[in-house]
């Protein structure tokens, strides 16, 4: 049963430390998505990869944000120093290219004090 | 005025009703529509995909698109108590591009 999964599951943190996200997509999927959810802002894209290159991040706040991928099985999302504010459900999600369908995890619940 | 707009509700319906999910769009170059179903605290999973203007039938859900009127629905017959989530609409220009997403509607289900 092929599926995205995303460590930890939570995150309770206090303001200004650093949190790493990881995410491992379904295997052979080639495009990468890490979204933030809020029930202000709804689902918003932070970045997108795509055969591990990053095609877009413009959606990330770049002076406290960044996402990589080390290799195919792995994407991380790092937040340093964190701040309340990005308290939210961060969720992976993958795919393929030239098929829109996207595959989410199920989310890290981030909580910033 | 964003992209993509969709009621968050809640919606509360009586099981066994038809309900009716709706998101409006303003850009017309989107070709492929998607709908999402999102349980509480659990990650989106696609439930219908939609390729320009037409019907599509899966069962107990249907999902039309209007191009014309920049209108998608999504129909969920003889509705039960599992149904309850929140029903996300999405869509693209293309492949390779972004999906586009509504804010989500909550739909409760009363048994």
């Known amino acids: 049963d092929a599926r995205v999964t995303q460590t930890p599951r939570h995150k309770v943190t206090e303001m200004g430390q650093e949190v790493t996200m990881r995410c491992q997509p379904i295997l052979g999927h080639n495009t990468v998505f890490w979204y933030r959810q809020t029930m202000m802002q709804g689902l918003e894209l932070l970045a997108y990869?795509?055969?591990?290159?990053?095609?877009?991040d413009s959606g990330m706040p770049k002076d406290r944000f960044s996402a990589e991928m080390p290799d195919a099985t792995l994407a991380t999302l790092k937040i340093q120093p964190s701040e309340p504010r990005d308290s939210a459900v961060y969720f992976c999600?993958?795919?393929?290219?030239?098929?829109?369908?996207?595959?989410f995890g199920p989310g890290t619940r981030l909580l910033v004090l | 005025q964003k992209e993509v707009e969709q009621d968050p509700g809640p919606l509360s319906v009586p099981e066994g009703a038809i309900v009716s999910l709706n998101c409006t769009y303003s850009?017309?170059?989107?070709?492929?529509f998607m709908w999402y179903r999102q349980y509480s605290r659990k990650g989106p999973e696609l439930l219908m995909y939609?390729?320009s203007s037409g019907n599509k039938e899966d069962g107990r859900f249907t999902a039309q698109v209007d191009k014309s009127s920049k209108y998608i629905s999504l129909f969920i017959r003889d509705s039960q108590p599992s149904d309850s989530a929140t029903y996300l609409c999405?869509?693209?220009?293309?492949?390779?591009?972004?999906?586009?997403w509504g804010a989500g509607t909550k739909l409760i289900i009363k048994p």
């Open positions: 999405a869509m693209s220009v293309g492949s390779n591009y972004q999906l586009i």
């Open positions: 990869f795509r055969n591990r290159a990053p095609l877009d």
């Open positions: 850009n017309s170059a989107f070709q492929y």
């Open positions: 999600a993958s795919g393929l290219v030239n098929e829109e369908t996207q595959y």
């Open positions: 939609t390729y």
